[in-house]
């Protein structure tokens, strides 16, 4: 029987990003307000705690496996990925969410560099050009505009260079991981970590800082009723966007999917801006768009070396 070709259907690949991209970068704003009353830790540890039962209750219900075939391998990808978004989830409570993604979306241009360094893969002038313009991005936000947030600012680069490794990772080691084992491995990574370090600060005590230091040092706080809400529309909105990222690369080519992964950078700033007063120099918006035109032609090039 001869193989055919599943048919793409860009414009719902489109849309399912879009609306992926828009839950997202609506959940993510209220990260800085779960960071007035709880610690990055215990946000990692009951963010687990509550999507881990929904992510099997999708298993059970037959959307997928949650039995990884490599454990080794899905254990190290989810491990980088959980610490990338460590730094991420970090770097919100600090600032703007349009900084912090033009951080974490450097992954792209650190994906390449990692293929052509590390694996030893060629790619042509376009994409060389794409790590000039991005690195330029990267110079812009965290030159003078960003000097004020001191050392913070590299966090979300860090987590854009630790969210790269695992998606190199992912390609190159978790071939046929279904999408609900690797979801899972993310949650359960980002539990382990949570957990570790609120075990720490509970032998350690160190002296809770102010501001968004207090996100990083604050041990276990009981009762969270200021923040459950918003840690229920965390998981729920991370669940529901991933599983319309997924579709969205089900139905579309990949290479052009990407592209619409962008918008996470209007909506995330709008949102932040419309609902939380958040606001970015006019400097820190140049550098935003050029490292999202660096993803964007490293997407649009992915199929052309």
């Keep these: 029987m001869m193989y055919t070709a599943p048919q793409t259907r860009p414009v719902a690949a489109a849309l399912s990003m879009i609306g992926a991209m828009g839950i997202i970068g609506l959940i993510d704003i209220y990260v800085a307000v779960i960071a007035q009353t709880i610690s990055v830790w215990q946000f990692l540890l009951v963010r687990m705690l509550l999507a881990a039962p929904l992510v099997l209750l999708l298993s059970a219900l037959g959307f997928g496996t949650v039995r990884p075939r490599r454990f080794g391998e899905v254990a190290g990808r989810s491990l980088l990925i ?3 978004m460590f730094c991420y ?3 919100l409570a ?3 969410i349009a900084l912090a993604l033009a951080g974490l979306f450097t992954s792209p241009i650190f ?10 893969q060629r790619i042509g002038p376009w994409r060389i050009a794409a790590v000039a313009v991005g690195f330029l991005g990267i110079l812009v936000v965290l030159g003078p505009s960003g000097g004020s947030l001191g050392w913070i600012i590299v966090m979300p680069v860090l987590g854009g260079l630790l969210y790269a490794s695992g998606v190199v990772a992912t ?4 071939e046929g991981e279904s999408t609900l084992t690797l979801l899972l491995g993310i949650f359960l990574a980002q539990g382990a970590l949570g957990a570790v370090m609120l075990s720490a600060l509970t032998v350690i005590q160190p002296e ?4 968004g230091m207090a996100f990083l040092t604050r041990g276990w706080v009981w009762p969270i009723d200021a923040a459950l809400p918003y840690l229920l529309i965390q998981v729920l909105g991370a669940v529901v966007g991933v599983g319309l990222l997924n579709k969205a690369y089900q139905l579309g080519e990949a290479s052009h999917v990407a592209v619409f992964e962008y918008a996470v950078m209007i909506f995330g700033p709008v949102f932040g801006w419309w609902l939380l007063g958040q606001t970015i120099t006019w400097a820190q918006g140049v550098g935003i768009v050029l490292i999202a035109l660096a993803g964007v032609i490293i997407a649009l090039r992915s199929a052309n070396q």
């Design 208 to 211: 809770v800082g102010a501001g």
């Design 94 to 96: 600090f600032m703007p």
């Design 82 to 84: 959980a610490l990338g």
């Design 89 to 91: 989830f970090s770097a």
């Design 171 to 174: 390609r190159a080691l978790c």
């Design 111 to 120: 994906v390449l560099l990692i293929t052509a360094f590390v694996l030893g």
